[in-house]
């Protein structure tokens, strides 16, 4: 999954310029589809709610819209192993105005979960078993 | 009669991925098969199109043609996006309701909730900025 960050590059950039590296980004999002590359991509609005504690009884506006760190899209990858995943990042266009883009690995296990095998083993039979009686009506 | 509902979609984003640090295995039992019980009840209502957990280590790529490439996020941050969940749900209160109902925020999960969005808001900004531009783009 790529992340990208910094939802704020065009600051700065003259009209004809923004809308030429826009035109390179909308190319470069349409030659990765053309490959099949792409497995879902949207942008985010720009803000959200953030929520922590007990029973989320914290509720903030967020993130902080100016951020360099804030996540204003992903791209879900169907590349064939890490190393095109982060040649697929270099080549996006807006990276020489600020952009950041995060490559990461999407897993099928948590790794939470990982470092606990056996509490996995443990808590997954109660959803085995409430799966079963499903199985056998669509069957 | 039918009534139509429109549905928007939303981006949990989970933050924090070393909140398991510290916990009692019974406490551990209990987050892991709650929070696998809360995605399989999300699915099953038709409100999670689907989610992952993200590999702890990828790479971030930034500057010119992507000619920085480091390690990170940071393995133990409190900020590192662990995983997400896709939703759609009737308006941002239910999106809301869902994240507090996280069973890793009692023990420092943070949940980010965005909108997902039909335009990139960069695309919207140079738009705004040169519409005949556009027009001609698009003539």
């Known amino acids: ?139 | 009669m039918s009534t139509t509902t429109i549905k928007s979609d939303y981006l949990l984003l989970f933050r924090g991925n070393v909140w398991d640090r510290g916990l009692s295995p019974a406490q551990l039992q209990k987050v892991v098969s709650d929070w696998m019980a809360w995605f399989e009840r999300l699915k099953a209502e038709g409100k999670c199109a689907g989610g992952h957990p993200l590999e702890e280590e990828g790479k971030v790529v930034s500057g010119k043609q992507g000619r920085t490439v480091v390690d990170g996020p940071f393995a133990e941050s409190k900020e590192a996006i662990g995983g997400y969940f896709y939703l759609t749900v009737a308006d941002e209160n239910e999106a809301i309701e869902i994240a507090q109902q996280c069973p890793g925020l009692e023990y420092g999960a943070v949940v980010e909730v965005r909108p997902v969005a039909d335009i990139c808001s960069v695309k919207q900004r140079a738009e705004e900025y040169s519409p005949r531009q556009m027009v001609e783009a698009t003539a």
């Not at chain 1, 004809?16 to 999002?29: H, S």
């Not at chain 1, 991509?41 to 360099?68: C, H, M, Y």
Request: proline share 7%.
């Open chain 1, 1 to 139: 999954m790529l992340l990208f960050r910094g939802p704020h590059w065009d600051r700065g950039l003259g009209g004809e310029e923004l809308q030429q590296v826009m035109d390179n980004v909308m190319a470069w999002f349409e030659g990765l589809n053309q490959r099949g590359k792409i497995k879902a991509s949207q942008p985010l609005a720009p803000q959200g709610r953030i929520i922590s504690g007990t029973n989320g009884r914290f509720v903030l506006d967020g993130p902080f819209a100016e951020s360099k760190e804030a996540v204003g899209g992903y791209l879900l990858l169907r590349a064939d192993d890490f190393s095109e995943a982060v040649e697929i990042a270099r080549s996006m266009p807006a990276l020489r105005y600020g952009v950041t883009v995060e490559v990461r690995p999407v897993l099928a296990q948590c790794p939470i979960f990982e470092r606990h095998p056996d509490i996995v083993r443990r808590a997954r039979e109660p959803v085995d078993r409430v799966m079963e009686p499903l199985a056998e009506i669509a069957a």
